[in-house]
């Protein structure tokens, strides 16, 4: 029996695309107020890879470089005028995220898919990559 830290692994099968999400909407419930309120109405759509289109516009040559994305308009840009054209969208691909969990072998899971999320949500409240890293140094 293959085991390690106390777990078989004989019998435990790769995480969905269901279990990423279940990680997600986790996170989500775990944010603390007034993040809380801003990620209330966020989709999240959970996909493999990113498609072939959103990795061109990003300018990403690998598909297991990107693990999330955040579609929308920031809070910091939208008026009580505008009129929605699409919902606030917070994509997580499967694949890039346990590629990156594989590779770190350092953090669960469930706290990379928390990472990911908080990430791509505060590009939903108007953070810039620069203005995160100034506050998450999760990736030293």
């Known amino acids: 029996m293959a085991e390690g830290r106390g777990v078989s692994w004989s019998d435990i099968c790769a995480p969905s695309l269901d279990d990423i999400a279940l990680l997600a909407e986790q996170a989500r419930a775990d944010l603390p107020a007034p993040f809380d309120v801003a990620a209330k109405d966020i ?14 516009e990003m300018g990403v040559d690998d598909p297991l470089e990107l693990t999330g994305l955040y579609d929308g308009i920031p809070l910091t ?9 699409q919902p606030d969208m917070i994509w997580l691909f499967r694949a890039a995220i346990l590629d990156e969990w594989s590779a770190r072998a350092d953090v669960t ?6 990472h990911v999320f908080v990430h791509e949500l505060a590009h939903h409240l ?3 990559d620069e203005d995160i890293a100034r506050i998450d140094r999760w990736w030293e």
Do not use: C, N, P, R
């Open 126 to 128: 108007g953070w810039s």
């Open 77 to 85: 840009q939208k008026s009580v005028m505008d009129v929605a054209q």
């Open 43 to 56: 989709f999240v759509q959970v996909e493999e890879v990113a498609s072939d289109d959103v990795l061109a």
């Open 109 to 114: 899971l469930g706290a990379l898919v928390t």
